[in-house]
């Protein structure tokens, strides 16, 4: 009988820890980490953040999945924690002077056809934790719509010139795109 218990309980643990496992696996999977990188004149602009999937939901109408946030107009530009952004030089984001360095980015959401990009001094918060007055500033993004659904959320940064790229960000129906200039 004691026997009999033990194996059951090994039993039980082992299918616990596996559940756990599997768990923890699919939903890491659901918003993976990514980055997009780029150096202009040996600088380096990044940009990390998690992906996640459409699947089927409504992202940005107003009562889409983002307007259910507690930061909602503000979008944590990703999931899970904020999107991390990381410059080696000083930039010209649109008309907005950012100091080489450390920030995260959110996105104001508010209009789903007229997004700003927002730049914020705070670093290592969780994504739904937003502080206004630590804004460095905000810069209006050209929207356009994709051929077709963007599925998984990215972000690319691109060279355009010797000292100039765009930050493009899509997902669902939309993508929003700033300009930069590296000093």
């Excluded at 109408?61 to 904020?82: E, F, H, M, Q, V």
């Excluded at 952004?85 to 996105?107: E, Q």
């Excluded at 730049?119 to 937003?130: C, P, S, V």
Aim: proline share 4%.
């Amino acid at each position: 009988m004691k026997s009999s218990i033990l194996h059951f309980c090994k039993s039980m643990a082992l299918l616990s820890a596996f559940t756990m496992l599997f768990t923890v696996s699919v939903s890491a999977q659901q918003s993976p980490g990514a980055k997009d990188s780029v150096a202009i004149n040996g600088k380096n602009i990044v940009v990390k953040y998690s992906s996640p999937s459409v699947r089927g939901r409504d992202i940005f109408s107003a009562t889409g999945l983002l307007s259910k946030d507690g930061t909602y107009p503000i979008w944590r530009a990703g999931a899970n924690a904020a999107t991390l952004f990381h410059t080696d030089a000083d930039l010209m984001i649109g008309a907005l002077h950012v100091p080489k360095g450390d920030y995260s980015l959110y996105v104001n959401v508010q209009n789903p056809d007229n997004w700003e990009l927002v730049i914020n001094k705070q670093t290592g918060q969780g994504g739904t934790t937003y502080k206004p007055e630590m804004d460095l500033g905000r810069v209006k993004m050209n929207m356009s719509k994709p051929s077709a659904i963007v599925e998984s959320l990215y972000y690319k940064i691109t060279p355009t010139g010797a000292n100039n790229g765009t930050i493009r960000l899509a997902w669902e129906n939309r993508i929003g795109e700033v300009n930069f200039m590296v000093h």
